[in-house]
């Protein structure tokens, strides 16, 4: 009875370790590996843009993102989890692209508008957010950002980094998909503020 018990009481501690508010979780903490990662990774780019190791280190960012979303599936969601993930996918990708087009690997317009579309969604969803409205994310959410990561490895792989129509055709697919998916959010953020009246009045 005692040893039920004890591990009844082990798996609560377990639970209330890795529940909803917690901070310190393994997929956090590899989320917050990503982010102070990142700044290393941007100045290897700038001194090597188009080699393997460069490359390498990128696939392994981008990889890590697969394994944080197992290990948060594996010990639970938690809030800070929803919040640090989309963040390190962010810095990650928006400072690849500054550097890439600091150093004419990429053209300023796709990158612009990838840009703009992420900080603007990161905008409305916390406006959004303020007034009650949860807007989760999507499964074309999560292959956006694939397609962004195999989009900036294409540039980065010397094996692509010289063929532009390749390149290039995968950055304007990023681009569709980082739009479409905003229009999306948009559109869901809208339809569930307008139920909120009339769930209220219910």
């Not at 040893?3 to 501690?13: D, F, I, L, M, P």
């Not at 692209?97 to 992420?118: C, H, K, N, S, Y």
């Amino acid at each position: 009875m005692t040893s039920v018990s004890g591990s009844q009481a082990a798996g609560t501690r377990v639970a209330s370790a890795f529940g909803p508010g917690a901070l310190l979780t393994p997929a956090n903490l590899l989320t917050l590996a990503r982010i102070a990662a990142t700044p290393p990774f941007l100045w290897q780019l700038t001194r090597h843009p188009v080699e393997w190791a460069t490359w390498a280190v990128w696939f392994v960012l981008c990889a890590t993102d697969l394994v944080d979303g197992k290990l948060a599936r594996r010990h639970g969601a938690t809030r800070s989890g929803a919040f640090l993930d989309p963040l390190a996918d962010k810095v990650l990708v928006l400072g690849a692209f500054a550097v890439l087009v600091a150093t004419d690997r990429v053209w300023w317009l796709p990158a612009l508008l990838i840009a703009a579309r992420e900080v603007g969604m990161s905008w409305y969803r916390s406006w959004i957010g303020r007034r009650g409205v949860s807007v989760p994310a999507n499964r074309m959410a999560k292959v956006k950002t694939w397609v962004q990561c195999v989009a900036i490895g294409l540039v980065l792989l010397p094996l692509t980094a010289d063929r532009p129509v390749v390149t290039g055709s995968v950055v304007w697919l990023a681009v569709a998909l980082t739009l479409s998916t905003g229009v999306q959010y948009a559109v869901e953020g809208r339809r569930l503020a307008m139920a909120l009246p009339a769930a209220a009045s219910t």
